[in-house]
């Protein structure tokens, strides 16, 4: 299994508040992306990053921000949470290639509640 | 726009074959891949087609045609294990981005 860790797992947090996620990895792959999973919507990308201090932003970016200033490490903050971001959100690694699959490879997740 | 269309459900019994259909509407397509997710876990990979045709991984096979913007995964010899939700997804180029179906969750009966 790819070295992918994310941490806190659970957490539970009020509205209004500022929330922030990490992703460890321990693979050196370039790329990292944070997606959220909501039923019937499948994984939605959030952000992604092509490298240290690069970052991009995916389909469902509003309200979210990251960071990454090491390889392994990328961060996810939700600078005031709100009710509509309750959800379970998933880092994942890829390696960069020209060719082939770009396999992803996900962490356990966290579980995110907004009251 | 880009999307992907899969089944919500399918239901199966034990020991049959399934097969879960992908179609899809993107820009830039250079591949199709397949996630497996239980529930409460993460997705994994399974499969990846970037050339027509099918490629086989012991019970489970994934096609594709580019022409038709169309792909499927086959499950074979259907195991209650394989119970799960599964994901087709599109890499569509040089942002090593996927875009993702919305799943089909696989009900396995024994």
């Known amino acids: 299994d790819a070295g992918i860790t994310q941490s806190p797992r659970h957490k539970v947090t009020e509205t209004g508040t500022p929330v922030t996620l990490r992703c460890h990895q321990t693979e050196n792959h370039r790329y990292m992306y944070w997606y959220r999973q909501d039923p019937g919507h499948g994984l939605r990308l959030i952000h992604y990053s092509y490298g240290v201090k690069d970052t991009d932003k995916g389909e469902v970016s509003d309200g979210y921000s990251v960071s990454r200033s090491k390889t392994e490490d990328f961060l996810l903050t939700l600078e005031s949470a709100t009710s509509s971001q309750t959800s379970v959100y998933f880092c994942?690694?890829?390696?960069?290639?020209?060719?082939?699959?770009?396999?992803?490879?996900f962490g356990p997740g966290t579980r995110l509640t907004v009251l | 726009g880009q999307s992907l269309e899969q089944p919500s459900e399918v239901t199966a019994v034990e020991g049959a074959i399934v097969q879960i259909n992908c179609t899809y509407q993107t820009s830039g397509f250079y591949g199709l891949s397949w996630y497996q997710q239980h529930d409460g876990g993460a997705p994994t990979f399974l499969s990846y087609n970037a050339l027509d045709g099918l490629e086989e991984t012991g019970r489970f096979s994934s096609f594709l045609s580019r022409s038709d913007s169309y792909g499927y995964l086959l499950l074979q010899e259907l195991q209650m294990k394989d119970s799960a939700s599964y994901f087709c997804a599109v890499k569509r180029g040089s942002n090593y981005q996927l875009i993702w179906g919305a799943g089909t969750k696989l009900i396995i009966k024994p």
């Open positions: 994942a690694i890829s390696e960069s290639r020209t060719s082939g699959s770009d396999t992803q490879y």
